[in-house]
């Protein structure tokens, strides 16, 4: 198979995160997570607009909300607020806060979310002060419209990719200081996960050779993507045999995320990182095309 990468243009972020493809404006949207901003890459006109979230310094993730063109949930810390956006001005306001977790945790924020397909909210935290090895103190959390917030793990050292596959019942997981993709079987009803799994071990005989999971995307057949943050790499990988069925290289190092996009959800959008000095092209987002496969649109949150 031959796949192509190319970059997208002006798209740098020094921590680009959280790619979320939506139908409705034919964009992908995504986050420099340590400059609080967030980029819209318009499809049709090929061109990326950025926003600087007033006030804030982080922006963990952006999930549009569901009925509210202009309306994003996004990660500030430890607060999941609501931030209008037009996709256009370079400067967006939070107009509320959906909820809090972890308030007296200052050294802890939040790290990757998604809605689930019903529109449920899952995203966990990460120390980001520290040794995030060391110190497990993040976890997971789910939170549904007119409910509270509930843990649905602990122990977690970096809270980070998620994906579902309706038609297999599953939830995929990563924390990345387990080096490892968990599956779980997944009520879509309830939106309760059970009976844990690794599906995908990252490790390598010596430690620091250990690749670090990082985001993760499903396609239609059910297949995982999963980027690694020191390993200029995507894994495609068969959830059901742990098999690596392809290996997407990058020109730079550190591959945070990925989605599927583009009109005919054919196209791997890759957001990467440039931090501890990485040399360019580190900070770019990248499309990739040719993998002769197709994935899901984001799916909106429900607030």
């Known amino acids: ?23 409705a404006t034919q964009s992908l949207y995504y986050v420099d997570l340590e400059a609080g901003k967030l980029l819209r890459y318009d499809f049709k006109q090929n061109k990326v607009y950025k926003t600087q979230i007033e006030g804030e310094s982080f922006a963990a993730f952006v999930l549009p909300i569901e009925g509210k ?12 607020v609501i931030v209008n956006w037009d996709g256009v001005s370079p400067v967006a306001k939070v107009v509320r806060t959906l909820f ?36 497990r103190h993040g976890e997971l959390y789910k939170w549904e419209a007119g409910g509270q917030v509930s843990i649905v793990k602990g122990d977690v050292g970096i ?38 799994k ?5 490790r390598k005989t010596s430690p620091k050779d250990h690749l670090l999971p990082d985001g993760l995307t499903i396609d239609t057949e059910g297949n995982l993507y999963v980027a690694t943050f020191n390993g200029a ?28 996009g583009g009109p005919n959800l054919d196209i791997l959008y890759v957001t990467t990182a440039a931090k501890f ?5 580190a900070g770019t987002t990248y499309k990739v095309t040719g993998l002769n496969a197709t994935g899901y649109p984001g799916a909106y949150l429900k607030a």
């Open 233 to 260: 790499t995507i894994f495609k990988v068969n959830p059901n045999t742990g098999k690596v069925l392809l290996e997407i290289k990058f020109p730079t190092k550190q591959i945070t995320s990925a989605a599927f």
């Open 100 to 135: 809090e977790v972890q308030p007296e945790m200052d050294k802890n924020r939040l790290n990757d979310a998604k809605a689930d397909p019903r529109g449920r909210f899952f995203g966990g935290t990460m120390r980001y002060i520290g040794d995030e090895f060391e110190f």
């Open 1 to 23: 198979m031959s796949y192509k990468v190319e970059p997208l243009p002006d798209s740098y972020a020094g921590l680009g995160e959280g790619p979320h493809w939506d139908v």
């Open 69 to 80: 063109p202009q309306e994003f949930a996004v990660g500030c810390a430890r607060r999941v």
């Open 159 to 196: 809270s980070n990719g998620l994906a579902w596959d309706e038609k297999a019942k599953k939830f995929y997981y990563i924390d990345t200081t387990d080096y490892e993709v968990k599956s779980y079987d997944y009520d879509f009803e309830t939106g309760v996960s059970s009976n844990p």
């Open 198 to 202: 690794v599906i995908f071990n990252l």
């Open 277 to 281: 000095d990485q040399p360019a092209p």
